[in-house]
């Protein structure tokens, strides 16, 4: 009896269940099967000598030259990745897209035909002294008006590429702009002098691009180190280290980077959750300002990042880890010698610890115990880490004696 009266009661709530989802009344507009997650991946990172680790790139492209995506794109991707700052970069002379621009804008002629398309940048090889033909600011301008309407606080550095014979000359990117449309000139120093004018920072793009060493090319390019324009190097682009840039940059006073160069959505090279973020520039810097930020720079306190690499000065490189890294002794062993030691990674970028035939990898936010002969120090080789002749520091883990 009581099984026959549940089950019709059962179908009686069921019945009504069902016949209230499907009244007009209180039936949905539509079923959302999928949220697109809005959350930006937080990185954390060590302070280092009371400086805060800034992420950046200073390296990527939108439609306004050669790239795929639009400025608006860019600044959402950068937020979501977990950037500080962004600069985007497109080429002074290399504008792909303005072809089919024109061609989408064709009905605003009198004849609603297309434009005829004339490069009309320094690499016009009809006429190298043609202006130039567009707002080479209106990039920075769209994402800086992305930026605040979407109240996204990411520092917006407007910045373009100039491009010369990348074997014998090399591309250069221009940063911490006033104009970009200003430094346009057909002779390469000309154009840095106007750099330099405006306050603006060189960085030597890719060194190492489609040739088969990263050394310093003669002419052109010697001359842009030897005169004193150059401020930085782009150490890693993309995913690929440049050899003999670290030591460069060390015995120049030149600061590093590591940069996406994006040319695509940065999610088709890293894609979101997954293991490595993308590649990037950790600044120690007072604060986020175009002050500081510049200043951080040009004293070098820089650390490259890219696919759970890190690269730069040892020095850097050491206090990282240390002040990333908690290390304290779980247990000594009068008789033996032996001592355990514990580490504790504090933050989003693992360390791959090598200590004889031993090799560790401490993952982020995780603990390890390690137990150490002979009352050993804890001194590792952390081979994620690079540093000068592309070598990996051997660094000790200060001990933590209060835990």
């Not at 990117?173 to 405006?198: G, M, T, W, Y």
């Not at 933050?347 to 390890?368: D, E, M, N, Q, W």
């Not at 002979?374 to 590792?380: C, D, I, L, S, Y």
């Not at 002749?389 to 835990?403: F, G, R």
């Amino acid at each position: 009896m009581k099984r026959a009266f549940f089950i019709s009661l059962l179908a009686v709530l069921c019945q009504g269940a069902t016949a209230q989802f499907y009244t007009t009344q209180n039936r949905a507009a539509a079923i959302r099967f999928f949220n697109r997650p809005t959350e930006r991946r937080e990185i954390i990172l060590p302070t280092i000598d009371g400086y805060t680790l800034y992420k950046a790139d200073f390296h990527t492209h939108t439609i306004y030259s050669d790239g795929d995506v639009t400025p608006r794109q860019r600044v959402r991707e950068a937020w979501y990745d977990g950037l500080d700052i962004l600069a985007i970069t497109d080429h002074l002379e290399i504008r792909t897209y303005e072809k089919f621009m024109l061609k989408v804008l064709a009905p605003y002629n009198k004849t609603s035909e297309p434009f005829k398309y004339e490069h009309a940048g320094i690499a016009n090889k009809k006429d190298k002294n043609a202006p130039v033909l567009a707002n080479l600011n209106a990039a920075y301008d769209e994402a800086v008006y992305y930026a605040e309407r979407e109240n996204l606080p990411i520092m917006l550095v407007r910045g373009t590429e100039i491009w010369r014979n990348t074997k014998s000359i090399g591309e250069y990117n221009a940063l911490f702009l006033n104009d970009i449309n200003a430094i346009c000139h057909p002779d390469l120093f000309e154009s840095f002098r106007r750099v330099k004018e405006q306050g603006g920072l060189i960085m030597h793009n890719h060194p190492g691009y489609t040739r088969t060493m990263s050394e310093i090319a003669e002419g052109e390019q010697a001359r842009a180190y030897s005169e004193g324009w150059i401020d930085g190097v782009e150490a890693v682009n993309s995913t690929t280290l440049y050899t003999g840039i670290i030591s460069r940059c060390i015995d120049r006073g030149l600061f590093m980077t590591a940069n996406t160069d994006a040319h695509k959505p940065t999610s088709h090279d890293w894609p979101a959750g997954g293991e490595f973020f993308r590649t990037m520039t950790f600044i120690m810097a007072k604060s986020c300002t175009e002050r500081d930020i510049k200043e951080a720079l040009k004293a070098g306190r820089t650390i490259g990042y890219t696919a759970g690499n890190l690269f730069g000065d040892e020095k850097h490189l050491s206090a990282f880890i240390n002040e990333a890294v908690t290390c304290r002794v779980v247990s000594k062993n009068k008789k033996t010698g032996e001592i355990v030691y514990s580490l504790t990674n504090c933050c989003s970028v693992p360390f791959t610890l090598c200590r004889g035939a031993s090799i560790h990898r401490l993952k982020p936010f995780t603990t390890l115990n390690f137990t150490l002969k002979n009352g050993a120090e804890p001194k590792f080789k952390v081979e994620n880490m690079w540093h000068r002749d592309e070598q990996h520091p051997t660094i000790i883990i200060a001990v933590d004696e209060k835990k």
